[in-house]
């Protein structure tokens, strides 16, 4: 790959821009997880780290490790359930007002769930936490990353939204089901036989239909001018040992000696995170829409422009999707209003 560099932990080179007195939101930042390895690696460069987590307790435990580790105490702790719109709109609401300037959003957090559940409005979780909240949570957000770019003249990647995305998404099946005619609301709100929930199918198409969001959002931006300077890229962490199939059941349990031998660490897998949000190579700060991980899922190396699924490249896919999304979201007044 003619386009392949490194990310160094925790520390900005030539290629890298500062993050010292920056203001980055990273959500899923709680132990266990690469969120709270991005956030550690953002703060101990002198950013403003804001940790947006479902459990209060465990974001202030997480808190406490960065600054421990870093000594930049400037590292504060907020609620976020993607399982509830409610949560989302409170969260963002936090950032409003007009001095509040939010320069870096990683949306890491994910899941996903050995059984059938639902959210909340009869909407099925895994699309909910892992497409529909986050892009919920984008949408309400960038107008705070407006600011922080408009205050740094709306240079080309002076503010950036990362949504963590999974090279297993390119198993999803978004097309196949926009495809078959299924109404909107029984597509992402039930599934036709509960009995028959596959919960890495879900997942792959959650993650699918979150990453098509995102090109989506990426090519609505490039559109509109008061959104200038906002770069919006999806990252593949590969397959990391983390906390993610927590909910999955025993057999997450028990295959933990193997998931120990065969996956990356967790700052392995923060580093292509990273990546997306302080690289200063053009593939990532001139150019939006972009795609990155490691060419390996399961070892650490250079980070190197990826291809997603078709599915997910696909503009009338995403619109659509996005149609979909919006119906679910309700209005976003912010975006008139920036």
């Not at 198409?205 to 919006?232: M, W, Y």
């Not at 120990?260 to 580093?271: F, H, I, P, V």
């Amino acid at each position: 790959n003619p386009f392949a560099v490194h990310c160094h932990m925790g520390r900005a080179d030539e290629d890298e821009t500062s993050v010292a007195g920056k203001t980055c939101v990273v959500t899923g930042a709680s132990p266990g997880g690469i969120g709270l390895e991005v956030a550690r690696a953002l703060a101990r460069g002198g950013a403003r780290v804001v940790l947006a987590c479902r459990s209060r307790s465990k974001a202030a435990a997480a808190a406490r490790d960065i600054i421990t580790s870093t000594g930049n105490d400037n590292v504060e702790c907020r609620t976020l359930d993607l399982a509830s719109l409610a949560s989302v709109r409170e969260f963002a609401d936090g950032f409003n007002g007009p001095e509040e300037l939010v320069d870096i959003l990683v949306n890491n957090a994910g899941a996903m769930f050995k059984e059938y559940g639902v959210a909340e409005a009869g909407r099925e979780r895994t699309w909910q936490v892992n497409a529909l909240g986050p892009a919920y949570l984008a949408r309400l957000m960038m107008p705070a990353l407006a600011r922080a770019a408009a205050a740094n003249g709306n240079a080309p990647g002076s503010a950036r939204y990362v949504y963590v995305t999974s090279k297993l998404e390119a198993k999803g099946v978004v097309a196949g089901e926009l495809r078959s005619g299924a109404s909107d609301v029984r597509m992402f709100n039930a599934v036709a036989d509960v009995a028959k929930f596959d919960t890495f199918k879900r997942y792959a198409t959650a993650k699918q239909a979150g990453t098509a969001l995102t090109f989506e959002l990426a090519r609505r931006l490039e559109s509109a001018p008061k959104f200038a300077g906002i770069a919006v890229h999806c990252v593949s962490p590969g397959m990391v040992n983390t906390n993610l199939g927590r909910f999955a059941g025993a057999a997450f349990v028990l295959a933990a000696p193997l998931r120990w031998a065969l996956t990356k660490t967790r700052s392995q897998g923060a580093e292509p995170v990273l990546f997306a949000c302080r690289s200063n190579a053009p593939e990532v700060a001139n150019k939006t829409g972009g795609y990155f991980g490691t060419s390996s899922s399961f070892k650490s190396g250079p980070v190197v422009a990826l291809e997603a699924s078709e599915s997910a490249r696909d503009p009338g896919v995403g619109a659509r999707l996005w149609a979909i999304a919006e119906a679910q979201h309700g209005a976003c007044e912010e975006w008139d209003q920036s």
